[in-house]
């Protein structure tokens, strides 16, 4: 469940972010570019070919000149959000951490359309796990927002992570001028997440590659036998943690997130690790000051 | 220190615990399901996994100390429980009355046990008084032909001390003796009683087995610890030597060897004469037989001190050797007071030409023949015999002569003649060592005793036809007669001997003057009526004996030790010298004893120990602290592991 108070958050955040500063809240931003608009920026004199409709007749009765109303270009930068919503994002260690990884990566997705309602900027949201689903088309509305967080509760989480494929099916609908943002566990072979990153990278004009974590994925808050089911394959595996067990734990899984971020790297957008532990607000904030910095 | 290996268990039911082993192992297995957790994704776990597996079920035993600990922890305390216990030999035993009986006899020398039966049996009562605790009394008997008390319930530190100077004798073994000597000697004692008795258990006076079942029924424990390794010996078992009869300058040597091993030995002996070898053989001697050795050797009339050696006579040395005195040959001075008629003359010896001839005979001898009443005087003499005078005819005072002559340390030989009667002088009664009554007619055999007057005489086919009735004194020695009659007696008055001879050699008394022997008799009688041995009656003895003089002198031993007594052990084989006021005297001493030379033979084995049912004492030590050690290191180390687990 995507956390309601979130929202308050943010709107108390939305004074800090008043300032037009960010690429990657793309509505709001002045065009340096002419064209067809809604607010006229000024006028020019009418010159032959000019399409006559644009021509401001209030203006021309006060200087009985032709003067053509000059419009700016829309240039709304749409936001893409795509969420892992497979199996494996159905997983919180309770009572240690408070809030499932999908929940966790679901708000943070709702902070960002939320960002861009506010800016009036579009943004489009699909939620993946073995294939793309529950894709929600550009729009700006506010209702377009609540419509997202209720598919996000909504969903049932389900299926295995294949991003590469889901990467695909949604670059198809990501338009030129678009910002993308993918928040998943990536718990997958790394191969399937390199092609997808790919695939996400070209589309898009920028992108943010936002992995969640629960803690205990990556320090195995577990002693003594336990018996594992994978949540998304529902393999089990039985073992013994014993310190050493989880140390060799600890640094394999350190070493697919440090490939991860390499991958991320290569293609030059932005990789960050999310631990489900941190304050959601805290969390948030720090990938809009990176997603500034990487301005 | 090792781990004591156990005897047994004092509670074996306990052990059914360690069935709690099976659970254990089946919980392992069977152990309830683990903590089951949905989680995103076992793709790592998986990936260690396999890097790491070891899927065989031995190798997840192995795998997993806890539960070897945990077996190895149950496994334990249920031994523990089962109370398991070592019999040791005891290293600090109770407070006891020990006596230790170690064989001193003369086979303890044998060398089959280095380096001697007797110095290893001195080591292992070093070592039972080592472990004896402190306030353990000691007792120390050496087991001789005599038992020999060393110490009686000392402290042991004293006894360590005295085993340090005990020496092994050379007598025959008297084990049975010394066991219930140690009885006695632990009577006294309130402490629990246990005598030792280290020997080789060859053969020995008594039966040992016996006397442990005394020693048993008093409530007193006995161990026997045996030094034998069965090995043979051979020895002298027997030995002679004395001047031959007719040619007293002829030494004859006999010697009985016997071998008791089963094989031949090849032996070699040799004959010293005053040091000098005046004989060397070599013998072969069958297995588990004896055979005896005859030789003469040319003397001179001195002393001589005569020593058989053999050689490669098996580990037993003592019995290798046998020492013999020769005495010097005396020259006598014999008068022999008789009465004659023209028929037999007094020159050529009266009526006891017999007697004339025989002593005349002895090359050492000076005979002279006097008819009382004129008689030389008595100092020239040293022997008078008198002969077959007339009673009548010997003037007074002339037995008082003869009295003083015989008490200063001279001889007198009376021979029984018809008119014996007659004399009747108190002086002559006083020395007689008989008390005649009358004169006895018919054929009678005699009947003779060992004695060396009669050593080489045979009296087997002599025949008295008269003798007289006759009682001996209370100080005479009978050493022939018939019907109760004294034949031949002696005594001793003052320093001398006087010798009665019932047989007269006349043709109606008797034949013995017809026998080879009657010369022989002759000499050996004047021979002992003469011996001036002032402190000893036997110049050859065997080791086991007591050497009793006729007052205390100083006696040599033959290894040089000196000690004046009256009485004298003999525990060493070979010569004695006693030293006398009148001069040294030697005397020669033989172990000669078949018994003793025989170190093969044991008289007890396994089976009459069984038989006595004597246990060698151990203590049970119980071993069930050192489980529950172990049991707490056991478990340190699985808290270890649980620590290293995180688990703890």
């Given at each position: 469940m995507i956390d309601p108070s979130f929202l308050n958050q943010l709107n108390k955040l939305n004074l800090i972010l008043k300032r037009r500063v960010s690429n990657a809240y793309a509505g709001g931003r002045a065009s340096i570019q002419y064209?067809?608009?809604?607010?006229?920026?000024?006028?020019?004199?009418?010159?032959?070919?000019?399409?006559?409709?644009?021509?401001?007749?209030?203006?021309?009765?006060?200087?009985?000149?032709?003067?053509?109303?000059?419009?700016?270009?829309?240039?709304?930068?749409?936001?893409?959000?795509?969420?892992?919503?497979?199996?494996?994002?159905?997983?919180?260690?309770?009572?240690?951490?408070?809030?499932?990884?999908?929940?966790?990566?679901?708000?943070?997705?709702?902070?960002?359309?939320?960002?861009?309602?506010?800016?009036n900027e579009k943004f489009s949201a699909a939620l993946f796990s073995s294939k793309l689903g529950d894709v929600m088309a550009p729009d700006k509305s506010k209702k377009h927002l609540f419509t997202m967080i209720d598919v996000m509760n909504k969903t049932p989480l389900s299926g295995v992570t294949d991003f590469s494929t889901a990467a695909n099916q949604f670059a198809k609908t990501i338009r030129s001028k678009s910002f993308a943002v993918v928040i998943s566990d990536f718990l997958a072979p790394l191969d399937s997440i390199e092609e997808g990153v790919y695939r996400m990278a070209k589309a898009s004009e920028e992108l943010m590659v936002i992995q969640v974590l629960d803690p205990s994925e990556i320090n195995l808050a577990w002693t003594d036998d336990i018996h594992f089911e994978d949540l998304e394959t529902k393999e089990s595996a039985r073992t013994y943690l014993s310190p050493k067990f989880k140390e060799e734990y600890k640094h394999m899984v350190a070493e697919h997130i440090a490939r991860l971020q390499r991958i991320c790297n290569e293609v030059g957008i932005s990789f960050n690790l999310i631990t489900t532990d941190m304050p959601l607000l805290d969390a948030f904030v720090g990938l809009i000051g990176g997603a500034k910095r990487g301005t | 220190m090792s781990l004591p290996v156990p005897s047994g268990f004092l509670n074996p039911a306990a052990l059914a615990a360690a069935l709690l082993v099976i659970p254990l192992i089946l919980l392992y297995l069977l152990k309830p399901k683990p903590r089951k957790i949905r989680f995103p994704t076992v793709m790592f776990i998986k990936r260690i996994e396999e890097s790491k597996r070891f899927s065989a079920l031995f190798n997840k035993f192995i795998k997993d100390p806890l539960l070897l600990l945990q077996i190895l922890v149950v496994v334990l305390l249920a031994a523990?429980?089962?109370?398991?216990?070592?019999?040791?030999?005891?290293?600090?035993?109770?407070?006891?009355?020990?006596?230790?009986?170690i064989d001193a006899s003369a086979s303890m020398q044998a060398t089959d046990v280095q380096p001697t039966r007797f110095l290893s049996a001195v080591q292992k009562a070093r070592e039972l008084i080592l472990k004896a605790s402190d306030d353990s009394?000691?007792?120390?008997?050496?087991?001789?032909?005599?038992?020999?008390?060393?110490?009686?319930?000392?402290?042991?530190?004293?006894?360590?001390?005295?085993?340090?100077?005990?020496?092994?004798?050379?007598?025959?073994?008297?084990?049975?003796?010394?066991?219930?000597?140690?009885?006695?000697?632990?009577?006294?004692?309130?402490?629990?009683?246990?005598?030792?008795?280290?020997?080789?258990?060859?053969?020995?006076?008594?039966?040992?087995?016996?006397?442990?079942?005394?020693?048993?029924?008093?409530?007193?424990?006995?161990?026997?610890?045996?030094?034998?390794?069965?090995?043979?010996?051979?020895?002298?078992?027997?030995?002679?030597?004395?001047?031959?009869p007719l040619n007293r300058n002829l030494l004859y040597l006999s010697y009985t060897l016997r071998n008791y091993g089963d094989a031949e030995e090849d032996v070699t002996s040799k004959v010293y004469v005053d040091n000098m070898l005046a004989s060397e053989e070599s013998h072969a001697i069958k297995p588990l037989s004896e055979e005896a050795f005859q030789l003469n050797v040319s003397i001179t009339s001195e002393r001589h001190l005569i020593t058989v050696e053999v050689l490669d006579g098996g580990m037993l040395n003592v019995d290798d050797k046998a020492y013999a005195v020769v005495p010097q040959i005396l020259t006598h001075r014999t008068m022999l007071l008789t009465s004659g008629d023209r028929t037999t003359p007094v020159d050529s010896g009266g009526r006891d030409k017999f007697v004339a001839y025989a002593i005349g005979a002895q090359s050492n001898n000076?005979?002279?023949?006097?008819?009382?009443?004129?008689?030389?005087?008595?100092?020239?003499?040293?022997?008078?015999?008198?002969?077959?005078?007339?009673?009548?005819?010997?003037?007074?005072?002339?037995?008082r002569d003869?009295?003083?002559?015989?008490?200063?340390?001279?001889?007198?030989?009376?021979?029984?003649?018809?008119?014996?009667?007659?004399?009747?002088?108190?002086?002559?009664?006083?020395?007689?060592?008989?008390?005649?009554?009358?004169?006895?007619?018919?054929?009678?055999?005699?009947?003779?005793?060992?004695?060396?007057?009669?050593?080489?005489?045979?009296?087997?086919?002599?025949?008295?036809?008269?003798?007289?009735?006759?009682?001996?004194?209370e100080n005479a020695t009978v050493i022939a007669e018939t019907e109760g009659n004294p034949l031949i007696a002696y005594r001793t008055y003052g320093n001398g001997k006087v010798i009665y001879i019932g047989v007269n050699p006349a043709k109606d008394w008797s034949n013995f003057q017809y026998s080879s022997s009657y010369p022989i008799f002759w000499a050996q009688a004047i021979e002992y009526a003469n011996q001036k041995y002032a402190l000893v009656k036997s110049i050859s003895q065997k080791t086991g004996e007591y050497l009793v003089l006729e007052k205390d002198a100083?006696?040599?031993?033959?290894?040089?030790?000196?000690?004046?007594?009256?009485?004298?052990?003999?525990?060493?084989?070979?010569?004695?010298?006693?030293?006398?006021?009148?001069?040294?005297?030697?005397?020669?001493?033989?172990?000669?004893?078949?018994?003793?030379?025989?170190?093969?033979?044991?008289?007890?084995?396994?089976?009459?120990?069984?038989?006595?049912?004597?246990?060698?004492?151990?203590?049970?030590?119980?071993?069930?602290?050192?489980?529950?050690?172990?049991?707490?290191?056991?478990?340190?180390?699985?808290?270890?592991?649980?620590?290293?687990?995180?688990?703890?």
């Amino acid at each position: 469940m995507i956390d309601p108070s979130f929202l308050n958050q943010l709107n108390k955040l939305n004074l800090i972010l008043k300032r037009r500063v960010s690429n990657a809240y793309a509505g709001g931003r002045a065009s340096i570019q002419y064209g067809r608009g809604i607010e006229p920026v000024d006028h020019r004199e009418y010159i032959r070919g000019d399409d006559l409709r644009l021509v401001d007749w209030k203006l021309y009765g006060r200087t009985e000149r032709l003067y053509i109303r000059r419009f700016e270009e829309e240039k709304s930068m749409i936001l893409h959000l795509l969420v892992d919503a497979s199996a494996s994002m159905d997983f919180q260690n309770s009572p240690a951490t408070s809030i499932k990884k999908f929940d966790y990566a679901g708000s943070l997705a709702t902070g960002f359309a939320y960002l861009s309602v506010h800016e009036n900027e579009k943004f489009s949201a699909a939620l993946f796990s073995s294939k793309l689903g529950d894709v929600m088309a550009p729009d700006k509305s506010k209702k377009h927002l609540f419509t997202m967080i209720d598919v996000m509760n909504k969903t049932p989480l389900s299926g295995v992570t294949d991003f590469s494929t889901a990467a695909n099916q949604f670059a198809k609908t990501i338009r030129s001028k678009s910002f993308a943002v993918v928040i998943s566990d990536f718990l997958a072979p790394l191969d399937s997440i390199e092609e997808g990153v790919y695939r996400m990278a070209k589309a898009s004009e920028e992108l943010m590659v936002i992995q969640v974590l629960d803690p205990s994925e990556i320090n195995l808050a577990w002693t003594d036998d336990i018996h594992f089911e994978d949540l998304e394959t529902k393999e089990s595996a039985r073992t013994y943690l014993s310190p050493k067990f989880k140390e060799e734990y600890k640094h394999m899984v350190a070493e697919h997130i440090a490939r991860l971020q390499r991958i991320c790297n290569e293609v030059g957008i932005s990789f960050n690790l999310i631990t489900t532990d941190m304050p959601l607000l805290d969390a948030f904030v720090g990938l809009i000051g990176g997603a500034k910095r990487g301005t | 220190m090792s781990l004591p290996v156990p005897s047994g268990f004092l509670n074996p039911a306990a052990l059914a615990a360690a069935l709690l082993v099976i659970p254990l192992i089946l919980l392992y297995l069977l152990k309830p399901k683990p903590r089951k957790i949905r989680f995103p994704t076992v793709m790592f776990i998986k990936r260690i996994e396999e890097s790491k597996r070891f899927s065989a079920l031995f190798n997840k035993f192995i795998k997993d100390p806890l539960l070897l600990l945990q077996i190895l922890v149950v496994v334990l305390l249920a031994a523990a429980m089962a109370n398991p216990y070592a019999l040791v030999q005891r290293t600090t035993a109770p407070d006891e009355a020990m006596a230790i009986v170690i064989d001193a006899s003369a086979s303890m020398q044998a060398t089959d046990v280095q380096p001697t039966r007797f110095l290893s049996a001195v080591q292992k009562a070093r070592e039972l008084i080592l472990k004896a605790s402190d306030d353990s009394t000691v007792s120390i008997i050496l087991a001789e032909n005599i038992p020999v008390t060393i110490m009686s319930n000392a402290r042991r530190e004293k006894a360590l001390e005295v085993l340090d100077r005990i020496n092994c004798a050379d007598t025959p073994s008297n084990t049975p003796d010394a066991l219930i000597l140690a009885k006695d000697m632990l009577s006294e004692s309130a402490l629990p009683k246990t005598v030792y008795l280290i020997s080789d258990f060859a053969k020995t006076e008594g039966d040992v087995l016996t006397s442990a079942k005394i020693l048993k029924l008093n409530g007193i424990s006995v161990q026997f610890i045996k030094l034998n390794n069965d090995v043979s010996n051979a020895g002298i078992i027997d030995s002679d030597a004395r001047r031959t009869p007719l040619n007293r300058n002829l030494l004859y040597l006999s010697y009985t060897l016997r071998n008791y091993g089963d094989a031949e030995e090849d032996v070699t002996s040799k004959v010293y004469v005053d040091n000098m070898l005046a004989s060397e053989e070599s013998h072969a001697i069958k297995p588990l037989s004896e055979e005896a050795f005859q030789l003469n050797v040319s003397i001179t009339s001195e002393r001589h001190l005569i020593t058989v050696e053999v050689l490669d006579g098996g580990m037993l040395n003592v019995d290798d050797k046998a020492y013999a005195v020769v005495p010097q040959i005396l020259t006598h001075r014999t008068m022999l007071l008789t009465s004659g008629d023209r028929t037999t003359p007094v020159d050529s010896g009266g009526r006891d030409k017999f007697v004339a001839y025989a002593i005349g005979a002895q090359s050492n001898n000076a005979l002279r023949i006097a008819e009382p009443p004129v008689i030389p005087s008595l100092g020239e003499f040293d022997t008078i015999v008198i002969g077959d005078v007339q009673g009548n005819t010997i003037l007074p005072g002339t037995f008082r002569d003869i009295k003083n002559f015989v008490a200063e340390g001279n001889a007198l030989i009376i021979i029984a003649s018809p008119d014996i009667l007659n004399i009747s002088d108190k002086n002559f009664e006083d020395l007689m060592p008989v008390a005649l009554t009358d004169l006895i007619a018919g054929e009678k055999n005699i009947k003779t005793t060992s004695h060396e007057m009669l050593a080489d005489v045979s009296l087997e086919n002599v025949v008295v036809k008269k003798y007289y009735r006759a009682a001996a004194k209370e100080n005479a020695t009978v050493i022939a007669e018939t019907e109760g009659n004294p034949l031949i007696a002696y005594r001793t008055y003052g320093n001398g001997k006087v010798i009665y001879i019932g047989v007269n050699p006349a043709k109606d008394w008797s034949n013995f003057q017809y026998s080879s022997s009657y010369p022989i008799f002759w000499a050996q009688a004047i021979e002992y009526a003469n011996q001036k041995y002032a402190l000893v009656k036997s110049i050859s003895q065997k080791t086991g004996e007591y050497l009793v003089l006729e007052k205390d002198a100083e006696v040599t031993n033959p290894s040089g030790a000196k000690a004046t007594a009256r009485s004298v052990f003999l525990d060493k084989t070979g010569f004695y010298t006693i030293h006398g006021s009148d001069g040294d005297e030697t005397i020669a001493v033989n172990l000669e004893n078949a018994d003793e030379s025989d170190i093969k033979t044991a008289v007890y084995d396994e089976n009459s120990m069984q038989a006595l049912e004597v246990t060698e004492e151990k203590s049970r030590e119980e071993l069930f602290r050192v489980l529950l050690a172990i049991t707490a290191v056991a478990l340190l180390i699985e808290i270890v592991v649980y620590r290293r687990r995180g688990l703890l």
